[in-house]
Each structure stands twice: as structure tokens, then as C-alpha cells.
């Protein structure tokens, strides 16, 4: 059965009972189209709005709410106890009947007024699998499955009883053919992905819900074997392209996934940790041996004929004929790292199915409107909605830079910001070159460079190459010295939509004249 999310999500799971379901619903066939929606990643505050339902299995005509009860589960005089694997008893007025039951009606409404023409019937289950229960008035025999069910087989004939009983209570037979309908409706709540982020330690864990687009990148993946897809800055090209390798890998598929940034490919290396797919920065392709299935994220940075050959040596068929999912922004970040070439994404595009992401998922609206009227690049409609105004200030020498600097720091860390969740980019070639190196901060080894690696406690100076395809919630821009220097806009553009929470950009007094000329509403004024 398919189970949504993928069960290659499933790496945080602290219930052993709802995992030994989900495992057996992943193995249960049926010759008709059938899904488990699995709650696994949804917050406190959606799980309670989805009526704390643990499973729901979708049939063309039927929905089954399932609540999974572990440990061992006892009723005694209208209250239930439940005791869990170390022996500490929680006592309850409500069991798990009632709470399927809830979960069962308040599913029915929600679905039913989001598609009027909806005609299902619909049942819920009460899984104990460490715990048989008596027979009892409380519940009918279909509506009840304990140790005995623990079986691929024994599941799928409690599914099928549970089914069975709420098509015979209808009143007539439901007229079905919804199964498509269904999972369009319920699929945003259910299939959630990791979110990419800068964090202390290692990656931010929290599964974000994916937009219509986004899922669409993620069928065609399914069924198309090359995949083209295009989308600014944040609009989740990377959060996909770790997620088409990893759905690709549970699919049994020897999956390489690469990135010409080391960065990117250490960051996506730590999300799909448990799984067997290979990470490799593009300067150590030739060495990993030829795959299956090809990912590559920041594609527009290897779109030549040169880098391309070598993309064509490391999977199965080749780029012609290979299966292979290529992820790029060829309008704006072409030109700050690699080389690009428009006669090879001509070709490229020629022999894939193509998607276009238009909805930018992780900057707020002034961050996106700031860096579109400074930049000129597209990057989609806003997701996020209000954000705080970007910052613009001119600063006349690296010394007022790096004061500057220090305020910025000063006011996040007096907001309760992290330092670790600060990045800095400079846009000089060289970190050592910045005029971070003069800040306060930098003395006290609360900046570090990037090539030092990440330290707890402390800001990280970044150059565009290190932080494209990455993102953090607070981004100071820093050493904008000349706008019409080679690739300063290109190198702008991607410092400016790093942030998913705050922007603060200083400019030289040359910057700022240039910027003024550009649109003089822009400076200093924010957004």
C-alpha cells in the first residue's frame, strides 16, 4: 500500500507500536488503489487539528480513521487505564474507541466540506498491538484489532472488515470513485519533507507541508525518468532534489546525489543519513562509479559541455537515456559559481520533463520585493507573507562597516537570537578581505570563516559560492562595494535571499549612489 509520507521519513519515530502498523500497511497489496496517511510528522497543534488521528487508509470508496494504542490498554468501571513499556499508568475518562470515533466524525466533516460531491463511506479502527481486549458493548468486533492482527495478512483483513461493515451500514451503496479526489485533499496535511537549514549542530528537522507545485515535481518524479526543474531563490529546489533522491533510494534505486557546493552536499549528506544514497561534491564524481538514478542540485553550475560529459559518465544510460533529476536557477545564479552554457540547457531541456517552481517558500515578502526591484530577478510569489523591513545603510570604510556590524549582532542577540543562527556574506572574494575581519565580534571569535567550519556560539562569514543553495534565518550582507562590478548583481541576488527571517545589507557610499540610481525609493527606507 502507499504510504504517505514514504516510510524512508520514518527516522524519528518514538512509538514502536505505530511503527510496527506502518511497516505492515507498507506491506499489505490490494489490486485497487489504496493509501495510508501516516500523522508521523505533523506538529502538536496540526495533530490536534487533523482530530489526533494516527492513520487514515483511503479506498476509491471508503476512509478508515485508525488510532494505535501501545502497551498495554485495560477498562475498568468507564475508565481506561494504559500503561507503556517502563509501567507508568495513565488514567483516562475517554479510550480509544471514543477518541477513533471523534477522530472518524470530525474527518467526515472536514472532507465533506471540502468536496461537496464527496460519496464514501467511512469507519475508524482501534489498533492495540501489545494488548487483547475483551468483548465489549463499548465497540463492534471490526472496530477492534490486537496482537492476533500483527501480521501483513491479519492487518489487511481487519482493514477489510472494518471497510466491509461501513459499506453495509450505508444506507445505500456510496457511489465511490474518489480515491484521486481524496488524496489531492489530504495529502498537504499528511506528506510533509525535511526543511534545509543553517543550524548549530547539524540540520533544522522540521517537515514543512509541500505546495501544489512542489508536489508536482515530486509525481513527475515517479513517473518520468529525466527531470528539469527551474525555480528562483527559495522556492525549495534543494529541499526537493534531497527528497527525489531520497523517495528514489526507498524505491530500491543506487541514488548519487550531487552538488558542485561541498557545503550543500554536507548538509544533504546529514538529512539522508539513514539512507544508502551516495553525497558527493562534483569535483569527486568521477571517482563514485556509475548509478542508477542521478540527482543534482544547483544544476546551472555544471550546464556546460565539459561538466555535463561527466554527469553523463555517472549514471545508467547516460544523460540521453539515463534517469537523472536536474535542479537549477538558470537566470540568476548562473554566473556566481561553475559555468554555464545556454546551448547545453537547450539540450537539457529537450530530453526531460520539465517543471517550474514559482512560489517562494522561504523569504518573507520584503525581502523578496527588496531583492527583485534592486536585482531584477523573478523570484516567485511569497509564501511566508509580513517579515520585518530589511535594513539599507551606507557605510563609508571598513572600519564603520565592522561598528555596524556589531550593532546588528548586538540588537538580534538583545532579540534572543542565536549567534550560530546568523550568517554573514561577504562579497569579496576572500573572507579575510571582508570588513567583518575589523568587527568587535570577529575579535572575540564570534564571527568564524566558513572554510573553519561551523562553531556553536558563533556567526559564520560566508562568501556567495559557500552559502548558495543554503539558508539561514538571519543574513547580514556585507562589502557591497561596486553594483556594476563583474557578477556583483548575481552575487547580491544570492546573498539577499538567504534569509528566511531578517536582512540587514550595508552598502558602500559608491554602492549607495549606484543604488540610489537604480531606485531611490529603495535606500535606506527598506520595505
Not at 544533504?268 to 543534482?296: K, N
Request: with cysteine; proline share 4%.
Amino acid at each position: 500500500m502507499k504510504m504517505l509520507p514514504p516510510e524512508s521519513s520514518y527516522t524519528d519515530v518514538k512509538s514502536k507500536a505505530e511503527i510496527r502498523v506502518a511497516n505492515l500497511m507498507s506491506q499489505i497489496a490490494y489490486e485497487e488503489p489504496a493509501a495510508c496517511f501516516y500523522s508521523v510528522h505533523l506538529t502538536e497543534h496540526e495533530y490536534k487539528r487533523m482530530s489526533e488521528v494516527d492513520f487514515v487508509v483511503v479506498w476509491d470508496d471508503c476512509v478508515l480513521a485508525i488510532e494505535v494504542k501501545g502497551g498495554r490498554v485495560a477498562r475498568s468501571g468507564g475508565s481506561w487505564t494504559f500503561t507503556n513499556r517502563h509501567g507508568e499508568q495513565n488514567f483516562k475518562a475517554e479510550g480509544p474507541f471514543d477518541q477513533a470515533r471523534s477522530a472518524m466524525f470530525a474527518l467526515k466533516d472536514r472532507l465533506e466540506r471540502a468536496d461537496r460531491a464527496l460519496d464514501v463511506s467511512f469507519a475508524f479502527l482501534v489498533i492495540t498491538p501489545d494488548q487483547a481486549l475483551p468483548a465489549d458493548a463499548e465497540w463492534d468486533p471490526w472496530e477492534h484489532a490486537g496482537p492476533m492482527s500483527m501480521t501483513i495478512n491479519g492487518l489487511k483483513k481487519a482493514l477489510d472488515s472494518a471497510r466491509s461493515h461501513a459499506r453495509r451500514a450505508s444506507s445505500r451503496v456510496p457511489r465511490g470513485q474518489a480515491y484521486s479526489r481524496l488524496l489531492r485533499t489530504l495529502r498537504p496535511d499528511f506528506d510533509r519533507v525535511p526543511r534545509l537549514s543553517i543550524q548549530a549542530e547539524a540540520l533544522e528537522r522540521e517537515y514543512v507541508a509541500l505546495v501544489e507545485a512542489q508536489y508536482a515535481v515530486l509525481l513527475a518524479a515517479e513517473d518520468n525518468a529525466r527531470i528539469l526543474c527551474e525555480g528562483g531563490a527559495g522556492t525549495g529546489k534543494t529541499l526537493l532534489a534531497a527528497e527525489t533522491a531520497r523517495r528514489a533510494s526507498a524505491a530500491g534505486k543506487d541514488v548519487v546525489f550531487v552538488c558542485r557546493s561541498k557545503a550543500v552536499v554536507n548538509y544533504v549528506a546529514t538529512l539522508l543519513s539513514e539512507t544508502p544514497v551516495r553525497c558527493v561534491a562534483f569535483s569527486d564524481l568521477p571517482t563514485e562509479g556509475i548509478c542508477e538514478v542521478l540527482v543534482v542540485d544547483e544544476a546551472q553550475d555544471v550546464m556546460n559541455e565539459l561538466d555535463i560529459l561527466l554527469l553523463d559518465a555517472a549514471v545508467e544510460g547516460g544523460i540521453e537515456l539515463g534517469s537523472w533529476r536536474l535542479f537549477c536557477d538558470t537566470n540568476n545564479q548562473a554566473r556566481v559559481d561553475g559555468r554555464f552554457s545556454e546551448a547545453t540547457h537547450k539540450e537539457i531541456r529537450s530530453l526531460a520533463s520539465r517543471s517550474r517552481l514559482t512560489l517562494n517558500c522561504r523569504n518573507t515578502a520584503p525581502v523578496i520585493i527588496q531583492t527583485q526591484l534592486l536585482t531584477g530577478a523573478d523570484l516567485g510569489t511569497p509564501k511566508v507573507g509580513a517579515g520585518p523591513k530589511v535594513v539599507s545603510l551606507a557605510v563609508g570604510s571598513d572600519l564603520i562597516a565592522g561598528t555596524a556590524l556589531d550593532a546588528r549582532l548586538a540588537l538580534l542577540v538583545d532579540d534572543g537570537v542565536d549567534l550560530e543562527d546568523i550568517a554573514i556574506v561577504s562579497l569579496r572574494p576572500n573572507g579575510n578581505a571582508s570588513a567583518a575581519v575589523s568587527s568587535a565580534a570577529y575579535g572575540r571569535q564570534q564571527i568564524v570563516l566558513s572554510a573553519e567550519g561551523r562553531r556553536a556560539g558563533s556567526a559564520t562569514l560566508y562568501r556567495p559560492e559557500e552559502i548558495k543553495g543554503l539558508e539561514a534565518p538571519h543574513v547580514c550582507v556585507i562589502d557591497v562595494d561596486d553594483l556594476d562590478a563583474e557578477a556583483a548583481l548575481p552575487k547580491l541576488y544570492v546573498a539577499m535571499t538567504r534569509p528566511r527571517v531578517s536582512l540587514w545589507v550595508a552598502y558602500s557610499d559608491l554602492a549607495w549612489k549606484q543604488l540610489r540610481t537604480r531606485g531611490p525609493a529603495l535606500a535606506g527606507k527598506g520595505i
